[in-house]
Structure formats: structure tokens, C-alpha cells
């Protein structure tokens, strides 16, 4: 198979990371003997199973498909290198069950987009929000009914601009829904606040890291109400509100700042740390 199609994979890596967050590359690096596939094919697994690209077909590239679908059900999956031989039994490495007699080495790389933040409300919070999710290394998805709120003039070029009704009635997370999520809402009034957080159970986004709310508890009590009352369950989700860490400070950037504290020691607590963050501290400023 000539070399010239395997770049096309790399191209379909990139899109797959915008829509899906995450695809598994494997690439032959070495081969012994006779094999179907020859260093550097490549092929993408998907989290739905399907793959782009080849290895040589058969028995081989299913049982590598296998392998790096289950590597894209871990939260911070490590690359891999494996070995798979074709015949019907190995000493070593992954036996195939063919009998071509010889061995292929193929890394298995998991590669990850930025997770996105998404901010429904554009306010003053809101972009200030915006602001500090990009510092983060956050993708960023304002989402907001009011067109002045959009502005591209108020916002970074990178992040992303939803419109939406008084209702957040549309799939306003639709661009990013396979993504891994986190959710802030913001928005300027109790019943907008409402009418997202439904929008948001209602679309029922698979990997939704993070979910909170703004507002007193008084505010937030009666906001779960209304989105019970209206048909969704808070059954099993874990919203933090009121949103943000205790830290203090009431103006929209202090506000902002103990937002994404909270966003992302969510997002670090996915991911069991290595050693006592005391001790990395140490090692950092030494």
C-alpha cells in the first residue's frame, strides 16, 4: 500500500479530536518475517468502534482494534508498545491466530483534545470565565441568549460562540457534546439559570466532568425545583452549587477565578495523583 494515503489518517485524527475528544493511533514501528501490514501504516480507532486506515486486515487488525478501544475507556491512558505474532500460539507477546509466521511491534497511542469548558451565561462572570478557561488550556464555549453577549470583540478568537433562545431549548451542546465537558452556569437570572441547567439534563452530554451552578442557596433550591418540576432528574449528578471554591472576593474576576479553582481540582481528582502533591511541590521549588 503506498505511503501517500497514511497522511490522509493523520488529517482525520484532527477532525475526530474536534468532534469526538479522543482517538486511539496505531502505527506499525517494526515487523520480522512475513506480515500483512509493513512499518508505518497507521490506523484510528474511535470510541464507537469504527477505525479509519488499515494494518493489513484481518484477524490482527481486529485484535489491534480491541486493544485500542479498551485503551479509550481510561480516563489517562499511558501509549504502548505491543508486540503481536502471527501464528496460532506465542511465548511472548499477542498471539493472532494467523499463520503468516512472522511478527509486527505496533505503538498504541491515545491522543486527547483539550476538554471544554462550557459557559452558559455571557456577563460580566461569563467572560471573565472565559478569559481564565483559556488560561487553563480549556477550550471554551460561551453560550448565551442575548446576540450583545456574543460579541466577538468580548471574547478571545479561540473560544467558541452558541446562541441560543430565553429557553436554552436547542441542542446548544451539540458541537462539543462527545467532548469531555464542564459545565458552568452563569447566566444573569434565576429562570435562565432554570431554563440551561434543563438544557443541559436534557441533552445528557456521555462524559459532562462538571456541572455547577451560580447562585445563593436560596436561588439554587429554587431552581432544582423548577427543573424537577418540569420532568428532569437531579438523580445521581453531582452539581456544585453554589459554584466555586470558598475563597472569597465578589466581583466577576474573583468570582471567575474560584470557579475554575473548583472546575479543575474536579478535573485533577479523575486522574489519582502519583505521589502526595506536598512532595511535588517540594521537588518543583528545589
Same mark, same amino acid.
Given at each position: ?12 485524527? #484532527?477532525e ?7 482517538? @486511539?493511533?496505531?502505527q ?8 500483512p501490514?509493513? =512499518? ?28 485500542a478501544g479498551?485503551?479509550?475507556? *481510561?480516563?489517562?491512558p499511558?501509549a504502548? $508498545? ?8 506465542a &511465548?511472548?507477546g ?11 511491534? #505496533?505503538f498504541? *497511542?491515545?491522543?486527547?483534545?483539550? !476538554?471544554? $469548558?462550557?459557559?452558559?451565561g455571557?456577563g460580566? #462572570?461569563?467572560?471573565?470565565? @472565559? &478569559?481564565a ?6 477550550e471554551?464555549?460561551v453560550?448565551?441568549?442575548?446576540p450583545?453577549?456574543l460579541? !466577538?470583540?468580548?471574547?478571545?478568537? @479561540?473560544? $467558541?460562540?452558541q !446562541? ?11 458541537r ?7 459545565v ?7 429562570e435562565t ?11 445528557? =452530554? ?15 433550591e429554587? +431552581?432544582?425545583?423548577? &427543573? +424537577?418540576?418540569?420532568?428532569?432528574s437531579?438523580?445521581? &449528578?453531582?452539581?456544585?452549587a453554589?459554584?466555586? $471554591? ?7 474576576? *474573583?468570582?471567575?477565578i ?16 502519583? *505521589? ?8 518543583? #521549588?528545589?
Amino acid at each position: 500500500m503506498s505511503q501517500k494515503v497514511f497522511p490522509e489518517v493523520l488529517q482525520k485524527a #484532527v477532525e475526530i479530536l474536534g468532534s469526538d475528544g479522543r482517538v @486511539a493511533l496505531c502505527q506499525i514501528v517494526r515487523t520480522e518475517g512475513s506480515t500483512p501490514g509493513k =512499518p508505518g501504516w497507521k490506523m484510528l480507532v474511535r470510541a464507537n468502534g469504527e477505525s479509519v486506515g488499515n494494518l493489513g486486515g484481518g484477524a490482527f487488525e481486529a485484535l489491534v482494534a480491541t486493544d485500542a478501544g479498551l485503551k479509550l475507556t *481510561e480516563n489517562w491512558p499511558d501509549a504502548e $508498545l505491543k508486540r503481536y505474532y502471527f501464528t496460532e500460539k506465542a &511465548v511472548r507477546g499477542e498471539p493472532t491466530g494467523m499463520v503468516c509466521g512472522g511478527m509486527a511491534e #505496533v505503538f498504541l *497511542e491515545v491522543m486527547m483534545s483539550a !476538554p471544554v $469548558l462550557v459557559v452558559c451565561g455571557g456577563g460580566p #462572570v461569563g467572560q471573565a470565565l @472565559a &478569559v481564565a478557561g483559556e488560561l487553563a488550556d480549556f477550550e471554551v464555549l460561551v453560550v448565551e441568549d442575548r446576540p450583545e453577549f456574543l460579541e !466577538p470583540s468580548l471574547y478571545g478568537e @479561540a473560544v $467558541l460562540r452558541q !446562541p441560543t433562545d430565553r429557553r436554552y431549548s436547542g441542542d446548544f451542546l451539540d458541537r462539543v457534546k462527545n467532548r469531555d465537558l464542564h459545565v458552568a452556569i452563569v447566566t444573569r437570572c434565576w429562570e435562565t439559570d432554570t431554563a440551561a441547567l434543563a438544557g443541559v439534563l436534557r441533552q445528557a =452530554p456521555a462524559n459532562l466532568c462538571y456541572l455547577g451552578l451560580m447562585g445563593s442557596r436560596r436561588k439554587i433550591e429554587r +431552581v432544582k425545583q423548577e &427543573v +424537577v418540576a418540569a420532568g428532569h432528574s437531579l438523580d445521581g &449528578v453531582e452539581l456544585h452549587a453554589p459554584i466555586g $471554591l470558598p475563597i472569597g472576593g465578589d466581583s466577576p474576576g *474573583e468570582i471567575a477565578i474560584s470557579i475554575l479553582a473548583e472546575v479543575l481540582q474536579a478535573k485533577r481528582a479523575e486522574k489519582a495523583p502519583e *505521589e502526595p502533591a506536598e512532595q511535588a511541590v517540594l521537588e518543583e #521549588v528545589s
